[in-house]
């Protein structure tokens, strides 16, 4: 059973960068039928895709967060990381990691993290 | 961005009842949709992908349909492991973009 587990600090000072790194065990992080995710869900309200690396290393992020975000993957540790830079008090939310099947119209997310919260505070 | 609306924004209903979720699209997206279910504090769960594919392990009573600009997600005879709140979100194009969410709430 694949498992994905999200881990990082859960308090980042405003202005600073936000670190978070989805351990995946249970199956290959190298499949080419397989991309990787982040998505955030500030307290209370709805899901936002902050992006996705896919396995020839490309990578897509959402316009609204472009500039600060990186995603990238280490496959001898079997992780994905994302860092969000300069962070404020909007990015506040839960972050989860998931798996993607990559295809056409059965593109979706199959696997979640249980999530962590990442609260942007001095 | 292609923006995606559900409704109703909630929904109350009684054990073994029907509801029924609509997730519009604002541009067509021919099948490229999922439906997820969410419980509070855990991280949502895979339902419905293709817009009417049944993810394995998910209960016969959930259904989608629909294609283009408009999406239904039916649960027929709801149970108590039902009240949740219920995403859609389309993988027609980026960025990914999700529903606002509908919660399906005890009567």
């Known amino acids: 059973q694949l498992q994905l587990q999200e881990s990082g600090p859960g308090l980042v000072k405003p202005s600073e960068t936000l670190s978070l790194t989805c351990t995946v065990s249970?199956?290959?992080?190298?499949?080419?039928?397989?991309?990787w995710g982040w998505i955030r869900q500030p307290p209370g309200k709805g899901l936002e895709w902050i992006g996705s690396i896919y396995y020839s290393g490309n990578t897509y992020y959402n316009p609204s967060l472009k500039s600060r975000v990186t995603i990238s993957v280490d496959t001898s540790k079997t992780q994905f990381s994302l860092k969000l830079s300069s962070v404020t008090a909007a990015d506040t939310a839960v972050y989860y990691c998931a798996r993607g099947v990559y295809g056409s119209a059965d593109d979706r997310f199959d696997y979640w993290g249980q999530g962590t919260l990442v609260t942007v505070s001095s | 961005d292609i923006q995606m609306t559900q409704s109703p924004s909630s929904v109350s209903a009684s054990v073994g009842d029907r509801v029924t979720i609509t997730c519009r699209a604002s541009?067509?997206?021919?099948?490229?949709l999922a439906w997820y279910q969410q419980k509070p504090g855990k991280a949502p769960k895979l339902l419905i992908y293709a817009a009417s594919s049944l993810q394995t392990g998910v209960p016969s009573r959930f259904s989608g349909s629909g294609s283009g600009t408009d999406f239904t997600l039916t649960i027929t005879n709801l149970q108590p492991e039902d009240f949740a709140t219920y995403y859609c979100q389309q993988a027609n194009s980026l960025p990914r973009t999700f529903g606002g969410g509908t919660k399906v709430e005890i009567k």
């Open positions: 541009q067509g997206i021919s099948s490229w």
């Open positions: 249970g199956g290959s992080i190298s499949s080419s039928s397989y991309y």
